[in-house]
């Protein structure tokens, strides 16, 4: 097992394209941490910078304290599963397995044992003398894992390693990595633009866009206290209703203004606000923080808010309402209520909003404006 | 066009195109079986067949000795390029090694009429080899195929063979290891089409052969050329020697086809 630290890791390619810039990442020894992120974030090549597959420009990578960056992938005891697998095709799945214990000169009898223990864990021991190419992408993705397993490195490196299975298979082996990952207690990192696969998996995880680090934090944690505008409107689906707005002080309180919605801040926040007291500024709305009664709406009763259905969406535990504040002609926004009650388009519903779950972001640079932070419980 | 028609538009085009490539075939076949006389016979005759002329080639000349020469100076030719033009092919699909200057270097050495390559070649020769012997045919023959076989291979390196080096690194295997264990025999299919090909231009070269040949050295395009005389062609025995010149590479075409295609489906595991 390991710890991995980054320190200030750049990536430039060619002096010119930044591909990464300036991570600052620690991920403790036995930590699942997931790096999430849209296409062309850096978080691949982050990965791959750990592994030795990509040369680190600038910064330090250090592993259980000792500078990796010039060490070659071969000696640095990672194992990797690719989105594509990257099976060898000219061998068996027993030879794929035993490919890299065959190049540490392990015992015969050793090698055996473990591809013996990996391939009934994961229950490939069947297909054991198949080549590649004679397995579904399942088994494929099961050997990939096994042979990431089979030589017990010091950490796992997973690249978008899901996102080639059908949704059902996705939801399965997504469940199984996190069994492993409790049952090994090995450091994992995993790579994934998939924001259910990282709030569902990750200890941690940490958001990067355009080579950055945008937070890092628990998954809850990040998602109820967002840093900016583009994790709040990253993660979950649908994601966070940002309007633009203003906070104006009247009779002692700060509000939250936008067109058909204002909402008294909870005394707690109202301190935190004052700076932007009678300025513009985002205004985030989660979907499911919309109640049908005041009595979901927090200790606090609930704001009510009068909204014209436009879309039903009934997902089945839920249903997805987009609604238009003030009429038809406001903005449009999306809430989340229970299954049970139907909706008609064209409506009108009054819902509670749980106004200690606002968020206020700065309209220049987008980021949340601190607060007392929401515990994830 | 009615459908019918449609279909046999096509089928007549293609049955022209295919007989411009297997009348001559056919042709060469016909005159190999019959007697000098009826060869020349306009309209063709089929006569009587016979072998004779097969014998003929052994007993008159000596093909034998041209065919060992070719079997022997195409074979070290590609065995000794193939090996060096993987390794060019693997750099530069790797590490982009000589840019694309390198390739146009290639193709333009490609381009460049053989004639004047030859005295040159010959000039340097003269100087560090025994000229007229197979060595100087196999080296020759191995600077005209080396980066044209290179040219082709490059190809076969580059997508999902990368990712599978890349995960055969981090199961510890070095550089050197994951070349040979891991995309040297991912592109198999492709080095084997390559390496025949290889040997069919060698096998097919006549005129660094040429040059470079005297009597013992002397491969079969060459000797077949020899053929031609003043006093004229003995054209039934040299229908008899082409066919079997072509041989071997009609018994591999099949081959070279078969791994081509695998060659360039490799590694599609998705």
């Known amino acids: 097992m390991a710890a991995i630290e980054l320190r200030a890791v750049t990536k430039t390619y060619a002096n010119v394209v930044s591909a990464v810039r300036n991570v600052d990442l620690t991920i403790g020894d036995g930590e699942f941490m997931v790096f999430l992120g849209p296409s062309g974030c850096g978080k691949s090549t982050t990965l791959r910078m750990i592994a030795g597959l990509e040369d680190i420009t600038s910064g330090d990578l250090l592993i259980d304290g000792v500078r990796m960056n010039d060490v070659d992938p071969s000696k640095r005891d990672l194992a990797i599963v690719f989105q594509n697998y990257a099976l060898y095709p000219h061998m068996s799945v027993r030879e794929n397995l035993a490919f890299g214990l065959k190049l540490r000169h392990l015992e015969r009898a050793e090698i055996a044992r473990r591809i013996d223990g990996i391939s009934a864990m994961l229950g490939i021991g069947p297909m054991l003398d198949r080549r590649p190419a004679q397995l579904s992408g399942g088994q494929r993705q099961r050997v990939a894992l096994g042979r990431a397993l089979v030589r017990e490195p010091k950490a796992f490196l997973l690249d978008e390693p899901l996102s080639n299975l059908d949704a059902k298979l996705r939801a399965t082996m997504r469940t199984e990595l996190i069994k492993l990952h409790r049952r090994l207690g090995a450091t994992m990192i995993h790579v994934t633009h998939d924001q259910v696969e990282a709030m569902t998996m990750g200890e941690r995880i940490c958001i990067m866009r355009d080579g950055e680090v945008v937070q890092v934090g628990r998954p809850l944690d990040v998602y109820r206290n967002p840093a900016d505008t583009f994790v709040a409107g990253f993660l979950a689906t649908p994601p966070m209703n940002l309007l633009p707005g203003r906070l104006e002080a009247e009779g002692g309180q700060l509000h939250a203004v936008t067109d058909g919605f204002r909402c008294a801040l909870p005394r707690a926040y109202a301190e935190a606000y004052a700076s932007h007291a009678g300025r513009e500024v985002i205004i985030g709305l989660r979907p499911e923080d919309f109640h049908e009664t005041p009595d979901r709406a927090g200790a606090l009763g609930g704001l009510p808010v009068t909204l014209t259905v436009t879309t039903v969406e009934a997902l089945g535990p839920e249903t997805v309402l987009m609604a238009s504040l003030m009429g038809e002609a406001g903005p449009e926004i999306a809430t989340r209520v229970d299954f049970g009650r139907e909706y008609e388009v064209g409506s009108r519903v009054t819902l509670h909003y749980d106004t200690a779950q606002i968020h206020v972001f700065d309209v220049e640079t987008t980021k949340a404006l601190a607060r007392p932070l929401v515990s994830a419980g | ?270």
């Open chain 2, 1 to 270: 066009m009615p459908h019918t028609l449609r279909t046999f538009v096509r089928h007549a085009i293609l049955i022209a195109f295919s007989a411009m490539i297997v009348l001559p075939l056919v042709w060469v076949l016909r005159v190999s079986l019959t007697d000098k006389l009826t060869a020349y016979k306009i309209p063709p005759e089929i006569g009587h067949l016979s072998l004779d002329n097969y014998i003929e080639v052994f007993r008159s000349f000596p093909f034998a000795l041209w065919f060992g020469n070719s079997v022997l100076i195409a074979v070290l030719a590609t065995l000794i390029s193939l090996p060096f033009a993987t390794m060019m092919a693997y750099a530069a699909a790797r590490f982009r090694t000589g840019g694309s200057p390198l390739w146009i270097a290639v193709l333009a050495s490609q381009m460049l009429p053989p004639i004047i390559l030859v005295l040159p070649l010959f000039m340097v020769f003269l100087s560090v080899l025994p000229v007229d012997s197979r060595i100087a045919i196999v080296i020759a023959h191995v600077a005209i195929n080396l980066p044209f076989m290179a040219w082709m291979m490059v190809s076969f390196f580059e997508g999902d063979s990368r990712s599978l080096e890349e995960a055969a690194r981090m199961d510890g295997a070095t550089r050197w290891q994951a070349f040979i264990r891991i995309a040297v025999p991912v592109a198999g299919p492709g080095i084997l089409a390559a390496g025949l090909l290889g040997f069919i231009l060698s096998w097919n070269e006549f005129l660094y052969a040429l040059i470079l040949s005297d009597s013992s050295s002397q491969t079969l395009p060459v000797g077949l050329a020899g053929l031609e005389t003043h006093a004229g062609v003995d054209i039934a025995p040299l229908a008899a020697a082409t066919l079997l010149a072509l041989a071997p590479v009609l018994i591999l075409l099949p081959f070279l086809r078969k791994y081509l295609i695998k060659g360039l489906s490799l590694g599609a595991l998705k």
